[in-house]
Nanobody, 126 residues
Framework: QVQVVESGGGLVQVGGSLRLSCTVS????????LGWFRQAPGKEREGVSCISWRGSVTYYLDSVKGRFTISRDNAKNTLNLQMNSLKPEDTAMYYC???????????????????WGQGTQVTVSS
């Protein structure tokens, strides 16, 4: 049984930082590309950052480039998202997802990912 569990969300002030983590079990972690997605109330789910199954290709949403950093630790079956210089518009539920042999590139579409966590809330107060 595949389990995807996010952690690290919370309430932070504008300009602050958070580090999200996602632990995946029940599948061959090294064969899966991974991504962070977010959804704010009344908005569609969007790809924030994704990393290929080999870890060599990353994607970032334009609005988070230079502020967020995605990384994976295959030894710990963990995906991380370091979020710095947070803005109110970053407020959303953040989800971790996995897709087999995702190669990365100029896209990070939610509909193409297979396994999802329950999400962790990030709230940035101004």
């Amino acid at each position: 049984q595949v389990q995807v569990v996010e952690s690290g969300g919370g309430l932070v002030q504008v300009g602050g930082s958070l580090r999200l983590s996602c632990t995946v079990s029940g599948l061959p972690f090294g064969d899966y590309g991974l991504g962070w997605f977010r959804q704010a109330p009344g908005k569609e789910r969007e790809g924030v950052s994704c990393i290929s199954w080999r870890g060599s290709v990353t994607y970032y949403l334009d609005s988070v480039k230079g502020r967020f950093t995605i990384s994976r630790d295959n030894a710990k079956n963990t995906l991380n998202l370091q979020m710095n210089s947070l803005k109110p518009e970053d407020t959303a539920m953040y989800y971790c997802a996995a897709r087999k042999y995702y190669r990365g590139g100029n896209y990070c579409y939610a509909h193409s990912f297979d396994y999802w966590g329950q999400g962790t809330q990030v709230t940035v107060s101004s």
